[in-house]
Structure formats: structure tokens, C-alpha cells
């Protein structure tokens, strides 16, 4: 590739692995893999499952990439949706199964104390609780707009659902998520002032 790799679109990099440049499929590996990973482990709740979900999805997007049209979806939305849909079908295989939140990795801390370091921990550790008792579709929600900081008309093409359904699926579960963590403000190092 002549230019860098971060000024290709990935529309364009799918089409470079097409024509046979296999760093243009590490570059949109890189560059996609692990928010796919990210939004799988935290609808997830397993970090295995999580792996595995984004591997597949990585190789349906090379599997479909020959069929690629430019223009009609961007590849990281038609991306989310195939990992959407595959952590669907792996929860429903394991109704009632076991959530391992051990599993789920911090974010890599620099210069935090061992203090702010636990109590970090101690907030993700929530919120990934807080997240696995919401509703299905509100966690996915929820995960995409304010974890993965998408636009709502971005999670409304990967949900296959209307722009207002994502606003009310957001809210329904941004104030579930804040009535779950209400009494326990003190605990996690929140104060009201």
C-alpha cells in the first residue's frame, strides 16, 4: 500500500485483501478486532466466548468479502451486527449458564495507585454486573452507545432496529444500570459533591 494504512477506509482495505494484499486484512484485523472483541466480552460477560465470537466474525467478514459493495454498509457496522448476532445465538445455547467476570480484563492502568487501581477494578467489576442483569437488547444498546460510543443510526443498522427503538433501549437501560448502582455510590468512590 503507498499511503499509510491508517488513511485507507476499511471499505477499501476489504477490497485490497480481495485483490490478494494480506496487510490490508492484518491492518483491518487490527483495526477492528479488538472493538469487536470488546462490545462481545462486555454482552458476554466471558472473555473465551468473546474470542471466540470475534474469530468468527473475522472470518465471515473475509468469507463474505468477495461479495463486498462498496457504499451500501460501512464493514465495521455489517462487522458489529454478525458479532451482535453471533453473541445472540451463543446466549441462547447457554440459557442460565455461568458468567465468569473474572475473565473480563481491566484496561491497562499507568501511574494509578494501588488504592485507585482497585477501586477501578472494583467499578468495572459492578458495572459489568450491573450490565449482565439488564435485558438482552438493552445491554447491546447500552454497550454500543455509551461503551463503544457509537451513533444511534449506527447501532440502529446493527440491531436491524429503528433509531427511536435504540434511544428508548439506551435510556430503558442507562437508568437500570444507574437504579442498580444507586446504593452502592460510596462503596464504588463516588461522592455527590
Known amino acids: 500500500m503507498s499511503t499509510t ?3 485507507v477506509s476499511d471499505d477499501s482495505l476489504l ?17 477492528l478486532g479488538p472493538r469487536v472483541l470488546g462490545v462481545a ?13 470475534t474469530q468468527e466474525a473475522m472470518l465471515r467478514l ?8 462498496r457504499g451500501e454498509a460501512q464493514v465495521s457496522t455489517w462487522l458489529y451486527r454478525v458479532a451482535m448476532n453471533l453473541c ?6 447457554a440459557r442460565g449458564g455461568h458468567v465468569d467476570l473474572d475473565a473480563v480484563p481491566e484496561p491497562p492502568d499507568t501511574g494509578r495507585t ?14 459489568q454486573r450491573a450490565l449482565m442483569q439488564l435485558p438482552e437488547r438493552q445491554r447491546q444498546a447500552v454497550v454500543l452507545r455509551h461503551l463503544e460510543e457509537l451513533p444511534n443510526p449506527e447501532i440502529a443498522g446493527i440491531m436491524d432496529i429503528s433509531i427511536e427503538a435504540v434511544e428508548s433501549l439506551t435510556a430503558r437501560g442507562k437508568r437500570a444500570l444507574a437504579a442498580a448502582l444507586a446504593g452502592r455510590r460510596e462503596e ?6
Not at 42 to 50: C, E
Not at 88 to 93: L, N
Not at 114 to 127: N, T
Open 114 to 127: 494501588a488504592a485507585e487501581q482497585m477501586q477501578d477494578g472494583a467499578r468495572q467489576d459492578a458495572l
Open 5 to 7: 494504512a491508517e488513511d
Open 15 to 31: 477490497v485490497l485483501y480481495v485483490n490478494g494484499d494480506s496487510r490490508a486484512a492484518e491492518e483491518l484485523t487490527a483495526r
Open 41 to 53: 466480552m462486555r454482552v458476554l460477560g466471558n472473555r473465551a466466548d468473546a474470542e471466540d465470537v
Open 88 to 93: 445472540i445465538d451463543r446466549k441462547r445455547r
Open 62 to 69: 473475509w468469507r463474505m468479502a468477495p461479495e463486498w459493495r
Open 188 to 193: 464504588l468512590g463516588y461522592s455527590d459533591g
